[in-house]
């Protein structure tokens, strides 16, 4: 694993823990079946949504896309919560702190998008399909090289009047403190003159949703299942207008800021003192920058 991939000290021992309610273990795994069986419908469905988009249109396929998203986080046993406005315009740059495998739906619930996420996700079974049929933009982490097509690609999609989703932290933060935005993807919005909607994601109680460190998927799932009155909240905040900023460093720092003073008030614990300065190998490095 490349030592300059962006990283975070959170760690499923001294994050992930949850420390509200819990769930009876025959609900837990009853949210656990509806959940996959849920996530396996899109995955049969997708084929038959698009050829049907072909016909009604892409707001036939955000619809659905937008019903199926919350239907996957409620069958999680996940409440949601929306707070705010989208952007009106369809063709802006998503941009949110990064939390859990949950945020993917989550936003898709609200702001559905073409989403940037590693190119390792395109291997996965099940959700690697499902992803690529959806139109995620996928970047190799681990070449540097091919971050500038990357870029372009991004661009070009938001010129074409789509909306791009993308995680600049680079890596999942718990929710109690969160990650430096990386600076690459903010040059699409600039180069396709699209504004930038910031976004911030949060899970109350703060624990149970982090997927961090060297967290398993298995057991992500099964804290998330099993956890009591676990709700999703997402803020759409004001977008930043095309032009209000005149290089990517400036935008990226406008976003974070947005994000992070809706966050300003939540409680630290000691790990998140330590900045995300360490290598890659010991700390979270979910998502690309």
């Avoid at 940037?116 to 690697?128: C, D, F, M, T």
């Avoid at 969160?178 to 899970?203: E, M, S």
């Avoid at 703060?206 to 099993?226: I, N, Q």
């Avoid at 709700?231 to 759409?236: F, G, N, P």
Wanted: charged share 15%; proline share 7%; hydrophobic share 50%.
């Amino acid at each position: 694993m490349s030592v300059w991939l962006p990283s975070a000290p959170c760690t499923p021992r001294g994050c992930a823990t949850h420390h509200g309610p819990a769930a009876g273990y025959l609900t837990a795994a009853a949210r656990l079946l509806a959940g996959i069986v849920t996530v396996l419908a899109g995955l049969l469905l997708g084929p038959l949504v698009a050829l049907l988009a072909v016909v009604l249109g892409t707001r036939f396929r955000h619809l659905m896309t937008r019903c199926w998203a919350r239907a996957v986080v409620r069958a999680f046993g996940v409440r949601i919560r929306v707070i705010g406005r989208p952007y009106a315009p369809r063709a802006s740059l998503v941009v949110a702190n990064h939390i859990s495998w949950l945020d993917i739906p989550l936003i898709a619930a609200s702001l559905p998008g073409r989403m940037l996420a590693k190119s390792e996700i395109r291997r996965w079974p099940v959700l690697g399909p499902l992803a690529a049929r959806g139109g995620t933009l996928f970047l190799e982490r681990d070449r540097l090289r091919t971050l500038p097509a990357t870029v372009r690609e991004m661009a070009s999609a938001l010129d074409g009047g789509a909306r791009v989703i993308a995680f600049p932290e680079g890596s999942t933060w718990c929710g109690r403190e969160q990650g430096r935005f990386r600076h690459a993807v903010f040059q699409a919005a600039l180069d396709a003159g699209a504004a930038v909607q910031p976004v911030r994601i949060r899970y109350l109680p703060t624990g149970a949703a982090a997927f961090v460190g060297d967290d398993s998927l298995g057991a992500s799932l099964w804290r998330v299942v099993a956890a009591g009155g676990l709700t999703a909240e997402i803020r759409l905040l004001p977008a930043i207008p095309a032009g209000s900023c005149p290089d990517r460093r400036s935008l990226a720092r406008a976003a974070q800021l947005a994000v992070a003073s809706d966050s300003a008030n939540l409680p630290s614990v000691s790990v998140h003192q330590w900045v995300n300065s360490s290598s890659a190998a010991a700390s979270s490095v979910r998502t690309p920058s």
